[in-house]
């Protein structure tokens, strides 16, 4: 039996980890939306570098989690006050093993603790169907973003009295 899975908080420190992650992901997991455009790969990377995840982890707005196999990190996640998820990325080699699942879940906690009542995200085409499995339902047509194939998805959150 595989060990479980553990959510932490991501800290500052971070930052290098969760953009190297990120990237990986991108590169070998989202082949259908960027179809190995360099320019594209280039630029959907540029937009989670080191410096930007440090900016969203300075951010009282925003909450970012890393999740761990045996103390190895295997997966990021951000999500903002508002209830938009900036992203949900896992190694590929930890794909379907219930990684984005556990970090969705603490995201979707962090949010109905601050009694935020809907998550939205603006999904790509490799990661709508992963959304739509965990109850995330089509809020509004399709649309292009910057060369990117997206899918407004969102979830209503049941928030404790």
Known sequence: ????????????????LISRIIERSI???????????????????GRQSADVISAHLA???????????????????????????GFCHVQPEW???????????????WLRIRGVAQACIASTRSGAAFYRHLGYREAAPAFSDQGLHRVALHKALVVPD
Request: a negative charge; hydrophobic letters at 40%; proline letters at 5%.
């Open 1 to 16: 039996m595989e060990a479980s899975i553990c959510i932490r908080p991501a800290r500052p420190a971070d930052a290098g």
């Open 27 to 45: 590169r070998v997991g989202c082949v259908l939306d960027h179809r190995n455009d360099p320019q594209q790969v280039s630029h959907w990377i």
């Open 59 to 85: 951010d009282a707005h925003c909450y970012l989690n890393i999740a761990l196999l045996q103390d190895k990190p295997v997966g990021v996640g951000m999500v903002t006050t508002s209830g938009d998820i």
């Open 95 to 109: 794909f379907r093993r219930g990684a984005g699942r556990a970090l969705m879940t603490d995201l979707e906690g």
